[in-house]
């Protein structure tokens, strides 16, 4: 319902900017609408593909909105709200668990 709400609000101009977030955003919420982003298995998308693996072994792997900050104005709609400096932090942790055996 959340969703449909602020889909409304972007649809019609009427979003407050940035949106307030008043709870936490899971991934399977961003999944209902993003699912095909784990289509592309090429090099430049490994992250995604190899996401859920991390999180299924570390519970402090990174989740979607780690990179992805949709609620964020500095951020560019069209990189779908990547926060560079973040997803840098995110990749060398990722690589890192990895190297350790993750």
Not at 19 to 45: E, G
Not at 81 to 89: D, F, G, I, R, V
Request: include cysteine; charge should be negative.
């Amino acid at each position: 319902m959340l969703g449909a709400h602020n889909a409304l609000a972007y649809y019609t101009n009427t979003a407050v900017q940035p949106a307030q977030v008043t709870r936490t955003i899971d991934d399977k919420s961003c999944l209902k609408c993003h699912q095909n982003v784990f289509d592309d298995q090429s090099m430049n998308n490994h992250f995604h593909f190899f996401l859920a693996k991390w999180q299924e072994l570390d519970s402090n792997a990174a989740t979607c909105v780690s990179c992805h900050q949709g609620h964020s104005t500095q951020e560019d709609p069209q990189t779908a709200y990547l926060n560079q400096h973040a997803t840098q932090t995110i990749c060398n942790d990722c690589h890192r668990f990895a190297g350790e055996g993750g």
